[in-house]
T-cell receptor, first 111, second 122 residues
């Protein structure tokens, strides 16, 4: 099975940098994804790591280390609109198409 | 990007009744769709994988007789919550990948989500 753990809540101020960690126990997966979800809304895709290393997409970067069973999402130049929940997720190699989500991290950005 | 539409956005029903939620892929074909459930301040829990033209695959612990899934076409999957009870009140979200022609359009792992349906059972 798959188990992905995240901190429940992170707080930061505008303009800061924040890192949201994801540690996992899984029998195998194709890649690690990150999604953002605002209250009452649908999750939206942020980033994907198929291989170890850093992927950068604008203000957001994501990192994966399979040897450490660990990944993180890095958000730079935080804005108020970044206040949302963030989820890591894996595509297990037993069912490539589906996504199994982590416990989620609620990010609160203050002025 | 690919668009997934879900209807209704919210529904209130009496205990014991059944509720149907529709999920449509508007600009792509989806042989496979996924249904998730999310309780307040919790993560998205995969309920089942909906397969066009065949039976859905349910995750462990999900009652297939209670959550009926039908995927009759390449653009429509439906979830019916039968004999709903207050504990079924939740946010139900469908999703799909755009795998046109059987090949992945993107290998980034991206799932496209519907807007979600908030079910309240009185």
């Amino acid at each position: 099975g798959q188990s992905l753990e995240q901190p429940s809540e992170v707080t930061a101020v505008e303009g800061a940098i924040v890192q949201i960690n994801c540690t996992y126990q899984t029998s195998g997966f194709y890649g690690l994804s990150w999604y953002q979800q605002h209250d009452g809304g649908a999750p939206t895709f942020l980033s994907y790591n198929g291989l170890d290393g850093l992927e950068e997409t604008g203000r957001f970067s994501s990192f994966l280390s399979r040897s450490d069973s660990y990944g993180y999402l890095l958000l730079q130049e935080l804005q108020m609109k970044d206040s949302a929940s963030y989820f890591c997720a894996v595509s297990p190699n037993t069912g490539f198409q589906k996504l199994v989500f982590g416990t989620g991290t609620r990010l609160l950005v203050s002025p | 990007g690919a668009v997934v539409s879900q209807h209704p956005s919210w529904v209130i029903c009496k205990s014991g009744t059944s509720v149907k939620i529709e999920c449509r892929s508007l600009d792509f074909q989806a042989t496979t769709m996924f249904w998730y459930r999310q309780f307040p301040k919790q993560s998205l829990m995969l309920m089942a994988t909906s397969n066009e033209g065949s039976k859905a695959t349910y995750e462990q612990g999900v009652e297939k007789d209670k959550f009926l899934i039908n995927h009759a076409s390449l653009t429509l999957s439906t979830l019916t919550v039968t004999s709903a009870h207050p504990e079924d009140s939740s946010f139900y979200i469908c999703s799909a990948r755009d795998n046109a022609g059987g090949h992945w359009v993107s290998n980034t792992g991206e799932l496209f989500f519907g807007e979600g349906s908030r079910l309240t059972v009185l």
